[in-house]
């Protein structure tokens, strides 16, 4: 049987997020956690609106998806976002226990894979999803912003 929800689908989902995020003015990071083949949270960046700088799209949808479960554990979840996580986020990735992570763009400066964060023993790791449209809504927003 084809699988039609893939990592692709879902990571296009995620930028959608993403560019909600860009039309918000934030920087365009959107993230989704799945359950089961269904979207279970959605969030995207909103440093900016909160004024707190915690208030990343991966930390907004831990706290989405641990509401939605009833559970602070997100075993058999799957985080999507478009930007490979910091250090804060993975963090909080690991302590929640997230079965699979998969990001778009890897951040080369702040990335959690070059900040030597680490993720659960148990959570596995896909980077690179759709990563040139992940990067080419990071490099507009920046280079937008150069702009002004």
Same mark, same amino acid.
């Given at each position: ?18 560019? #909600?995020?860009?039309?918000? #003015? ?32 991966? *930390?907004?949808?831990?706290? *989405?998806? $641990?509401?939605?479960? !009833? !559970?602070?554990?997100?075993? #058999? ?10 250090? *804060? ?6 302590? $929640? ?24 023993? @148990?959570?596995?790791? @896909? ?12 490099? $507009?927003?920046?280079? #937008?912003?150069?702009? @002004?």
């Amino acid at each position: 049987m084809l699988q039609l929800f893939d990592d692709e689908y879902f990571m296009r989902r995620a930028l959608q997020e993403a560019e #909600n995020a860009f039309d918000a #003015n934030e920087i365009p990071v959107g993230a989704i956690v799945v359950a089961d083949n269904q979207i279970i949270a959605r969030a995207y960046n909103l440093t900016e609106r909160l004024t707190d700088v915690t208030a990343h799209a991966e *930390m907004q949808a831990i706290t *989405m998806a $641990s509401s939605y479960l !009833g !559970g602070k554990y997100l075993k #058999n979840c799957t985080l999507y976002v478009t930007l490979e996580p910091c250090t *804060m986020c993975a963090g909080a990735l690991y302590w $929640s226990q997230i079965s699979r992570v998969v990001y778009g763009a890897s951040d080369s400066l702040r990335g959690f894979t070059v900040m030597g964060g680490k993720l659960h023993p @148990k959570t596995e790791v @896909k980077g690179n999803v759709l990563e040139e449209e992940c990067s080419q809504l990071l490099r $507009s927003f920046f280079a #937008n912003k150069r702009k @002004k």
